[in-house]
C-alpha cells in the first residue's frame, strides 16, 4: 500500500513539473489554440485513426514476432480487414462481421513439426510472439508521446498540435486498455501476458495452441499430425484426468486421430482414464458434449453400435444456451461419420459451424476435415415379447 501511494505522489509532482513548465514555455498556449482549430465532428475520426494505429501496432508486433523467429504467417486480422496468404501470394479481404470481435489476431504458418526439437522450437517461437504483442503497444505509445513533443517544441502549426495531442491521449488511452486486457482471460480467451506464461508452464496449454494452428499451416501436415498424436498420447499418459477444456481437447484429438485412421487400438492407460468420466460433466459444454461425440464414434469403430447410440442420445439430449449451432453442427458431423444420415454438404461450410468459426474464414479449409464414413456397424439388442395366455 505505501509503495502505491508512493506512485501517485511521484506521479502527481511529475504531472505537477511538466505542467508548470508546459505553461510557462507556451507550449499549454499551443494546445488551447490547436483545440479551438479541431472542428467537433472531426473527434471521431481522430479516435478511429488512433484506434487503427494502436491496434495495427500491437498486431503488427505479434506478425514480426513469428518472422523474426522464423516461422511464417498465414493472415493478419485487424477487425474487418484481413490480410490473408493463399497460393503463395499475399492478399486483402474484408468481412465485416469481424467487426464484432473489436480486436485482431494473427494467425502464424506453422514450420512441420516431426521431432521433439522441432515442437519445442515452435512453441518458444509462439510464446515469444506473444509477448512481443504488448510489449510493441508500449513502445508505440511511448513513440507517440515522443513525436508529440518534438513536435509541441519545433513546430507552430497550431493545428497540428492539437491533432496531434488528441491522438495521443486517444492512443495512450487505448493502449493501456490493450495493456490490461493482456491481463485477463475468461475459460476460453486468454489475454497475451497469461498465455505467454501458461505457454512457458502448462503442457497442455502448449499442445492445444499448437494443434490448432498446425491446421491451418500451408506447409505438408502429414508429418505434423503424425507427431502431434503421439505427443498427445504421451501427455495423456502423463498428466492425471482433469475435468477441463484442456483436457477434454486433448481426449477429443488422440480420439479422432484413431478414427481418421480407423484404429480401434487404443491405449489402455488413456481408455481407463475415458471410463472415470462421468457423463454428466461432459454434457456441462461444448468442450465436453465435443468429447461424448468423439467417445460414441470410437465405440462405433470397435464395433459396439449399440454402445455408440447410447452415447450418442445422451449427447442429442444436451442443450446449452448460445451454442445451439454448434452443437447441431457436432450432432450433424457424428451422424454422418456413424452411417445415421448424410451431412457432407452441410459439414463442408462454415456458415454452419459455431458462431466464431467465420473468425477463421480466410485461413480454414474444410475439405480437410475428415468425412469419410466409418465402416458400417449393425446393432444387435435383444427383444423379449409376452405374448397373452389364450
Known sequence: MKKKWLTY?????????????????????KISLGLKQIPFWSYPLLF???FYLTLSLHEFGHFFGFMFHGTKNRAIHITAFVLY???????????????KLLGGFVVPDLNIIDSEETYQKEIQTFAKSLIIGPLSTIISMLMIIVIFLLVLIYSEKVFWIGSLFIVTIFSALLSYVYILSSKLHTDNIYGDF?????????????????SQYIGFSLKNHEKSENFLFNKCQELLIKHPLRNNMFYYTLLKEYLYGLIKNENPNINPQINEKLSLIRMSQLKRSVFGVDLLYMMSMFDYLTGDAYKAYQKYRQAVEVTIKGEEKMLDYLRKYAEHKMNYSNHEEVLRSLKNVDNLAWVFSYVDDKKELDLKKLPYQYM????YCDYPSE
Open 9 to 29: 505522489i511521484i506521479f502527481g509532482l511529475v504531472f505537477g513539473f511538466l505542467a508548470a513548465n508546459f505553461r510557462y514555455l507556451g507550449f499549454s498556449e
Open 48 to 50: 478511429i485513426f488512433s
Open 85 to 99: 496468404k493463399k497460393n503463395n501470394h499475399w492478399r486483402l479481404g474484408f468481412n465485416y462481421r469481424l467487426f
Open 194 to 210: 497469461v498465455a505467454y506464461k501458461k505457454m512457458q508452464e502448462d503442457e497442455l496449454f502448449q499442445y492445444v495452441q499448437i
Open 380 to 383: 444387435q439388442t435383444e427383444i
